[in-house]
């Protein structure tokens, strides 16, 4: 690797940390072959590839909470149309697809691990102590903000599907299923965004989001009957952003991303646009995600 200016590196490194930047991004830049790195791969190279993904993560987390706000608050106003505000609704569990032995021990540890200890201990939250002392009730649309991205995802699945459907009903072009599998996937995203793990190349190795009409539209090629673009990968992300977002909202992130990129690739010297693309799984015609109606 050549290192232009070792003193600025060694200040880099100390600020980073080597496993951060260098082991996390290496292997990008070596010869698969004889493991040493390219001619010419620079320290700079890997550090604009870690700021890139840096810049990445921040772009993606920023837009992943709006969407996580949207479906606490479309969860939370769902349930409580149907069972109304007390929190003896949410913490019985004839209120929930209270039927396989999975879902039962499922719909147990959420009430028991995730809503009984916010409502029976004291907690750091102002608003919910707020309304246990005034109110000795707590309503889910209270509770739910101090649920994790995680646990709203899992409340959601384990609804009745007729709750589900309504929820959907907030976002065009997706079914309940549709939006279950979704957001499976975004909460691990979420996840590797909040711990500062790698992001562009990041791949989900056991949920994938459902085969959609933008997948068709923008022909995505397959393997067999499997789309192999946007499906477990960052583009998986992107899509699900088109779907999630309002649509003034997703022309921003967009325009956002499509900067990062297009930085990122010019300040590289290792690693062209196709193969960053290539990279995260975003196809060559991603930017016309746009110039469709994610419905049918």
Known sequence: MIVADEDSARDILRQIGYFTLITGYKDLFKNPTTKNYRDGTTFQDILTLYRFDQDLRQLTLNHLLHVEQHIRSALSYAFCASFGESQIAYTTVQNYQYTSRANQTAINTLIQKHLNRLLNN?????YIEHYKTIHQNVPLWVLVNALTFGTVSKMYALFKPQLQTVISREFDGINERQLGQILEVLTVYRNVCAHGDRLFSYRCAKKDIPDLVLHRKLSIP????????GKRDYFAVVVSFRYLLP????LIFKKHLSKLIDRAVQNNSQVNEGELLRLMGMPSNWKRITAYKKTA
């Open 122 to 126: 004291r907690t750091d939250y102002p």
């Open 222 to 229: 397959r393997k067999g009957t499997q789309y192999i673009q």
């Open 247 to 250: 649509g003034e909202e997703f």
